[in-house]
């Protein structure tokens, strides 16, 4: 087994030990709110939103977007688990900003292994073969961070399987600080009805 493995496998022991009546909470959500953010390894959603176990869903894929599958997580959310607000939150210096899909395409044809970057852009080593399937997909990438976070919102607030009555909060999540900044047309825009 891998190092990784078995230090995973040794903190699940540790959580095991320390479980307590965790086993009893229901399935819905406590504070009945979701949370759609980024995958970041930065980012600790039960830190900086004060979640425990139980309280919300939070929902994480890259650059924290609002994909179909994304707003599938959010339907089922509310529709069978009863959550009454959600929050789509991004965050400053987001890896999904320094590419394009064009970009993403490109390296995914060279090969499969992962690319590098530096300050001329990123770079492939074009070893063991890769795919173009890369080019037939919509990575969701984006240069600007607000208009993004503005982009998901309406994303979600417009699609016909989300009920008019629930707010859509925007924010980004400030990396050098911690802060969650409102983006303040996203929430308008998220506005219930």
Request: charged content about 25%; aromatic content about 8%.
């Amino acid at each position: 087994m891998s190092k990784i493995v078995n230090e995973v496998q040794a903190a699940n022991s540790d959580y095991v030990a320390n479980f307590g009546d965790k086993g009893d909470l229901p399935l819905p959500p406590g504070r009945q709110f979701a949370i759609l953010t980024c995958m970041d390894a930065r980012l600790d959603p039960a830190k900086y939103a004060g979640l425990a176990e139980g309280d919300a869903h939070v929902i994480r894929n890259a650059g924290g977007r609002a994909s179909d599958d994304a707003i599938r997580s959010l339907v089922i959310s509310y529709k069978l688990l009863g959550t009454k607000e959600w929050f789509v939150i991004h965050h400053t210096d987001c890896g999904m900003q320094l590419f394009d899909n064009e970009i993403m395409g490109n390296l995914l044809s060279g090969s499969l292994k992962t690319a590098s970057a530096d300050a001329t852009g990123w770079h492939d080593s074009n070893a063991g073969g890769g795919t173009h399937d890369g080019k037939y997909i919509n990575w969701l990438p984006f240069k600007d961070n607000a208009k993004s976070v503005v982009e998901d919102v309406q994303r979600i607030r417009n699609n016909s399987m989300v009920p008019k009555d629930i707010p859509i909060y925007g924010y980004i999540y400030n990396c050098k600080t911690g802060q969650l900044e409102e983006v303040s047309e996203a929430t308008e825009a998220g506005k219930a009805s």
